[in-house]
């Protein structure tokens, strides 16, 4: 009967408030703070989820952009084999001035052009055999694992602060009933 009712009580996530002592829950609540052992299996838990993160990443999509431009005087237009205008390219054009006579009346103004390119790329992993889709499910799997040790881990302390509180308190309350029985010796 007692080991049934020992299993209720552990049953519950905060089990040790069902004994309704201020003391051992201070105890707990300072042993749940202060215990390497809780803050490692956090970080064990924290590591192992930001794993799975990163794996889930091998196989979804990614998108990049790019976005350059330039601005340079008209006259630079040489479409890259050094030629500043259509003349140096086809001379004597019927109908078209020549540049010498447009850059005698605009010699002070500067035209500008400017020119920008924008790119989207798109990538879509091609995972034929499924191993990285089985590694991020792994490392998921790993990260749930993790937890529950954390939880372990946690479960472990409790019950063994609780455990030795108890030892203590027993403890003192055998040493209160032997000194009964020696006063009561000493008495007869």
């Known amino acids: 009967m007692m080991y049934f009712m020992i299993q209720s009580v552990f049953a519950g996530e905060f089990w040790w408030t069902e004994f309704k002592d201020p003391e051992l829950s201070a105890l707990v609540e300072q042993g749940l703070k202060s215990a390497p052992d ?8 924290l590591q192992s989820q930001s794993t799975a993160r990163q794996l889930k990443q091998g196989y979804l999509p990614m998108i990049s952009s790019t976005w350059s431009s330039n601005t340079q005087p008209q006259d630079a237009l040489g479409f ?11 001379p ?3 109908g078209i001035e020549s540049t010498e006579d447009i850059e005698e009346e605009e010699d002070d103004k500067t035209e500008l052009f400017t020119s920008a390119t924008l790119a989207l790329r798109v990538d879509v992993p091609l995972d034929v055999w499924g191993q990285s889709i089985s590694t991020a499910q792994a490392a998921q799997l ?3 694992s993790a937890q529950q040790q954390s939880q372990g ?7 063994n602060i ?11 309350e055998s040493a209160a009933l032997l000194q009964d029985q020696v006063d009561a010796a000493e008495s007869l």
């Not at 030795?164 to 308190?169: G, L």
């Open 38 to 45: 809780i803050a490692l299996a956090q970080a064990r838990v």
């Open 162 to 172: 609780a455990l030795t509180y108890w030892d203590v308190a027993l403890f003192e």
């Open 153 to 159: 881990v946690k479960s472990l302390l409790i019950q």
């Open 80 to 90: 890259g084999f050094g030629f500043s205008s259509i003349e140096d390219l086809l």
């Open 92 to 94: 004597d054009i019927p």
């Open 142 to 144: 790993e990260a749930l």
